[in-house]
């Protein structure tokens, strides 16, 4: 039932490990988006995907990469990871064209110790 | 580079009253939309109201309601009646006109908003 969805909810692990959160949506959208959230709840874009095909990448570091095996599915791995990764990481999806509402997965918070 | 400012961190508002939160931008654009999104303490978000700029009527949903002055610049939301469950964080966001699948949002810092019983 759920349009949007990721996993993990929640992931806390070391400094320097590598680890994935995974988004799959199934509302048939051809447009993924990643966007973080930091601890002043500042909402930031990071990447978007449209039909498989990267189209924004907004000055993320290259230890974050984007995977879009098809059109459903938006996963983003992390490595290396730095203490201030600490967020929380949206997911979100919509059809192409700027009215069409974003939807957004419950996010998943990571903590890194 | 689009910039959206809200510039009221919290607000408090009582049960059934009316509030309105302020959010203005800055863009060249004038082809644009925006939106305001909820963000209650589930973490979810979820989205409130959406206004075309080419659009002068204001965008209404329920209780929600928004005063879009393009001149300004400003976009405020106004809630009617306000619930116990309109309790939550609500973000102001921006976007450009399509852009062939780089349609992303730019979001201001946010409004607190309690709702006192």
């Known amino acids: 039932d759920t349009a949007v969805s990721q996993t993990p909810k929640y992931l806390v692990t070391q400094m320097g490990n590598d680890k994935s959160i995974k988004c799959e949506q199934n509302?048939?959208?051809?447009?993924m988006y990643w966007y973080k959230q930091d601890s002043k709840k500042f909402l930031k874009i990071m990447f978007s995907y449209n039909n498989k095909e990267l189209i924004i990448n907004e000055t993320v570091p290259n230890r974050f990469s984007p995977k879009s095996p098809d059109k459903a599915h938006l996963n983003l791995h992390i490595n290396s990871l730095e203490l201030g990764d600490s967020a929380v990481y949206f997911c979100?999806?919509?059809?192409?064209?700027?009215?069409?509402?974003?939807?957004f997965g419950d996010g998943t918070r990571l903590s890194i110790l | 580079a689009q910039t959206v400012t809200q510039s009221q961190p919290e607000m408090s508002v009582q049960e059934a009253e009316t509030v309105t939160l302020s959010c203005t931008y800055d863009?060249?654009?004038?082809?644009?939309?925006l939106f305001w999104y909820k963000q209650p303490p589930s973490r979810q978000m979820i989205l409130v109201i959406r206004?075309?700029?080419?659009?002068?009527q204001n965008a209404t949903e329920n209780r929600f309601s928004v005063n879009f002055q393009k001149a300004a610049k400003s976009f405020s939301l106004k809630i009617s009646d306000s619930q116990l469950g309109d309790t939550a964080m609500y973000f102001c966001?921006?976007?450009?006109?399509?852009?062939?699948?780089?349609?992303?949002?730019?979001f201001g810092k946010g409004t607190k908003l309690t709702v006192n019983p």
């Open positions: 863009t060249s654009e004038n082809n644009y939309y």
């Open positions: 509302l048939g959208h051809d447009t």
């Open positions: 206004q075309e700029a080419y659009k002068q």
């Open positions: 979100a999806s919509s059809r192409q064209g700027a009215l069409r509402p974003q939807h």
């Open positions: 966001a921006f976007m450009k006109g399509p852009q062939g699948g780089s349609e992303k949002l730019v």
